[in-house]
């Protein structure tokens, strides 16, 4: 088994790098600094690459996780899983607006958007699990 973690920030895989080092796994871990949009694409240019991946876990920039969406769909396998956190937004993907703090507004919007796009995306089963912050497994039909 083989991971690509792809994050812009190094210090943010390195906060978990020592347990990675403890458990014997560094080896198995292809650590991509980089733009997640940008590394997906160059992902995707090499043919070898696409439908090869059994699992994709997205924990970025709420904005573009349907931009991740596309790109993960030519790069998982069919029947393979793609899980988007934090869909429930705090709980505020279920309020009124009104009761929601500036801070969680923007990226409310994107998550109610993504949420409603998965719900009829055809091309996946989805799962939304209460769990945490809330999560969205796809498997791909
Ligand atoms: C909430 S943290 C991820 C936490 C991790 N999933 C965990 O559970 O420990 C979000 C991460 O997304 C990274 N990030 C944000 N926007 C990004 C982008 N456009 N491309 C790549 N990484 C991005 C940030 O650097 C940050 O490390």
Known sequence: MQITAIDMNRDTYEIGLPIIQKAGVEHKI????????SALDE?????????????A????????????HERLLQLVKVGGIIVYD???WFGTVAMPEEFVKESQKRNRLHIIELNKFLANDD???????PLGDGITICRQL
């Open 57 to 68: 876990f997205v924990d970025a920039d709420k904005v573009n996780y349907q931009k991740y």
């Open 123 to 129: 091309r996946v089963q989805i799962s939304q699990v």
């Open 86 to 88: 934090n869909t429930l």
């Open 30 to 37: 292809n650590f991509i600094q980089s733009s997640a949009l």
């Open 43 to 55: 992902l995707l240019e090499d043919d070898a690459n696409r439908e090869s991946f059994d699992f």
